[in-house]
């Protein structure tokens, strides 16, 4: 049982190339989600999915797209790099919860990510 | 902007001190966590609180509520250098997907 897996864990781009971060979990978990974490900022979502084929924006979703085709896998695109996307990116899962009450949400090791 | 924000922004403490961090946040909740994250890797879940719970302990850690304050505290009991991270509160609420993460708080334990 691995959690939450992150495809890659490092990456340099230069200004205007394009990339797809991948996240995959294997706990059967219905919502995932994409956030970037920035010195002093802590964490901001960038999209979030709560389900296979559904996406949506969340508080920095400008300059990124995402595709969840299948339920394990989290897809975060950069169409065209910009150095103010330099970041750690972190994705996550949780199940829904029960009831009304949330679930805590699992976590990757991140990927880090530096735009030159 | 963050729902959560953590105080202090950052404490060092000697070992087998207790380590106190608190959180203040801004709209109503359905539950409020906190995370741990060491240096270079992913969060870690430790602790979630319901709105309609005071107090709640894991081990050496006791996490207090109190909804009509907004705030909430994270304390570790005799820490330990292990314990050296950084700490985050989260907020969700009632029906919604998200969770909100606050700033922060780094902790540096001194053996």
């Known amino acids: 049982n691995a959690g939450v897996t992150q495809t890659p864990k490092f990456r340099v781009l230069k200004t205007g190339q394009s990339m797809t971060l991948l996240c995959a979990q294997d706990?059967?978990?219905?919502?995932m989600y994409w956030y970037r974490q920035d010195p002093g900022m802590g964490l901001r979502l960038i999209h979030y999915s709560v389900g296979e084929g559904t996406t949506a924006k969340g508080e920095v979703p400008d300059g990124y797209n995402v595709s969840r085709l299948k339920k394990q896998n989290f897809l975060l695109g950069l169409e065209s790099a910009a150095p103010s996307q330099t970041s750690v990116y972190f994705c996550?899962?949780?199940?829904?919860?029960?009831?009304?009450?949330?679930?805590?949400?699992?976590f990757g090791d991140g990927t880090r990510l530096s735009i030159l | 902007s963050q729902q959560g924000e953590e105080d202090p922004q950052a404490l060092s403490i000697q070992e087998g001190e207790n380590a106190t961090m608190n959180c203040s946040y801004k709209t109503s909740i359905n539950n409020l966590q906190w995370y741990r994250q060491n240096s270079g890797r992913g969060l870690v879940h430790l602790i979630l609180i319901r709105s309609n719970e005071r107090e709640k302990h894991s081990g050496r850690l006791r996490v207090t509520l109190d909804t009509s304050k907004k705030s909430s505290s994270l304390l570790i009991t005799a820490s330990r250098a292990a314990d050296t991270a950084s700490y985050f509160c989260?907020?969700?609420?009632?029906?919604?997907?998200?969770?909100?993460f606050g700033a922060g708080t780094r902790l540096f334990v001194k053996a």
């Open positions: 996550a899962s949780r199940t829904p919860g029960t009831g009304t009450w949330n679930q805590p949400q699992h």
């Open positions: 706990m059967n978990h219905e919502y």
């Open positions: 989260a907020t969700g609420s009632t029906g919604g997907f998200k969770t909100i």
